[in-house]
């Protein structure tokens, strides 16, 4: 079966079809998965008010923003590969990407304090209300999840993470993409691209919960469906404030 494609590695149909449930157990809900979800983004707020106010006290912020970093993709590869382990892990890793998200929020505010003091504030409604969206359009099931919207979605989401990945290691080398922080009309095409590829990620999510609760996964995948639909919405959240100050570096 191809149910469960999904462009987060997160919530893919082999993380889900290894773990459905052969025993009487509890098994993951809906409504169980948003409310651990819920959870996770107060554990999310928690660490991104502590970077905060870190910043704000005038302390180095890099440690913190690699800490959360490092430590939240470390947290995030163990959860993949133990899925059982999501329920201690999940608000772990929520707190790491805290720091980090908090961290990158808190310096964006500091250089945008003059030309767009609102910037945090408005990236964080455009992101919840792009979220609402699509939940939206889930539901009402405006947009259908098909095999081939799965597959759509998938393989673009593929060749974003390849080419980010690629213009990471050629920095080393002093190779930039100058679009990818500046304000030129490309670079915020582009960026309104990656946003609707996220966006749509949020779709599939969704349709890999509902799946999921239907096909009887453990009660633990919850905690691990939760953890992918956070993984998502904090790509969201970056890239909406990337374009933001992209679009407020031109003026």
Known sequence: MSLFKSGN??????????????????TMTVRGTMNKFGF????????AAFAWQWFSAGKEIMPLMLTGALGGLVVAIVIVFKKEWSGYLAPAYAILEGLFVG?????????FQDKYPGII???????????????????LRIIKVTEKFRSIIFVATASIAFFYLLTWILGFFGIRFEFLSTGSTFGIIFSLAVIVIAALNLILDFDMIEQ????????????YGAFGLLVTLVWLYLEILRLLAKMNSRK
């Open 9 to 26: 590695p997160a919530l893919s149909e082999k993380q889900f079809q290894q773990t459905i449930s052969v025993d009487s157990g509890e």
């Open 40 to 47: 996770l983004m107060l554990m999310v707020m928690a660490g």
């Open 103 to 111: 961290g990158i929020s808190a310096y964006f505010n500091f250089l």
């Open 121 to 139: 504030s408005h990236a964080v409604l455009i992101t919840f209300a792009v979220a609402a969206s699509m939940y939206l359009l889930y539901t």
């Open 212 to 223: 999921g609760s239907a096909m009887g996964a453990p009660k633990y995948m919850e905690w």
